[in-house]
């Protein structure tokens, strides 16, 4: 399974950016999908996740009311819509895939078996 992620770029605060995620190689529809991302110096984080089964969305409270992740399984893809965004957004954002996720680990970034390249997200203020 390869995810090749892409969007990033430069916006300013308050602003919006849509990153996006492709899957290919596999059977998407089968996988949890998820958004981390690594600011700089920082450890990889949890953004958003939406489940494979019931296309529930869970959020970090950091981007609750101004994230929205969602899945398009005709063209498998994953996407992040970013809204209000403030310089703390600033950092890789990483599409992952995973299966079998639970509420107490999907979360973690080692709940998820393939991850994508990563793609640069940069909010000036």
């Known amino acids: 399974v390869q995810l090749q992620a892409s969007g990033g770029g430069l916006v300013q605060a308050g602003g919006s950016l849509r990153v996006s995620c492709r899957v290919s190689?596999?059977?998407?529809?089968?996988?949890?999908m998820a958004w981390f991302r690594q600011p700089p110096g920082k450890e990889r984080e949890f953004v958003a996740t939406?489940?494979?089964?019931?296309?529930?969305?869970y959020y970090a409270d950091s981007v609750k009311g101004r994230f929205t992740i969602s899945r398009d399984k005709v063209k498998n893809t994953l996407d992040l819509e970013m809204t209000f965004l403030k310089p703390e957004d600033a950092a890789i954002y990483y599409c992952?895939?995973?299966?079998?996720?639970?509420?107490?680990?999907?979360?973690?970034?080692?709940?998820?078996?393939?991850w994508g390249q990563g793609t640069l997200v940069t909010v000036s203020s």
């Open positions: 190689g596999g059977t998407f529809s089968n996988y949890d």
């Open positions: 939406v489940r494979r089964n019931n296309n529930r969305e």
């Open positions: 992952a895939a995973g299966t079998g996720l639970i509420l107490s680990s999907q979360r973690r970034p080692s709940a998820y078996t393939y």
